[in-house]
């Protein structure tokens, strides 16, 4: 079975930083790309950052410059920073991982966390 973990939402004022965590575990072979999505209310999901393994670092237009996605193994990260209003969402972590045991490429992800940004 495998997990993806999130955490680090909350509360911020406008300018502030967050850091999200996503953790993948469990029967992974290996980790084709880690990516961060939001939903914000009444929208529909969008792509913020991936990171795909061996690749370049990719951004919504919205977030360039402010947001930094990261990984270390299992793990990926998105530093938020100078966070506005229309950022508020809740983010979810998504993985294109290869499973012990399976065939082809699967796509996991997380229950998400949520992020408020205050006016």
């Known amino acids: 079975q495998v997990q993806l973990v999130e955490s680090g939402g909350g509360l911020v004022q406008a300018g502030g930083s967050l850091r999200l965590s996503c953790a993948a575990s469990?029967?992974?072979?290996?980790?084709?790309?880690m990516c961060w999505y939001r939903q914000a209310p009444e929208k529909e999901r969008e792509l913020v950052a991936a990171?795909?393994?061996?690749?370049m670092t990719r951004y919504a237009d919205s977030v360039k410059g402010r947001f930094t996605i990261s990984r270390d193994k299992n793990t990926v990260y998105l530093q938020m920073n100078n966070l506005k209003p229309e950022d508020t969402a809740v983010y979810y972590c998504?993985?294109?991982?290869?499973?012990?045991?399976?065939?082809?490429?699967?796509?996991?992800w997380g229950k998400g966390t949520r992020v408020t940004v205050s006016s």
């Open positions: 998504n993985a294109e991982m290869y499973i012990h045991g399976s065939s082809g490429v699967k796509d996991f």
């Open positions: 469990g029967s992974i072979f290996s980790i084709n790309a």
């Open positions: 990171i795909p393994s061996g690749g």
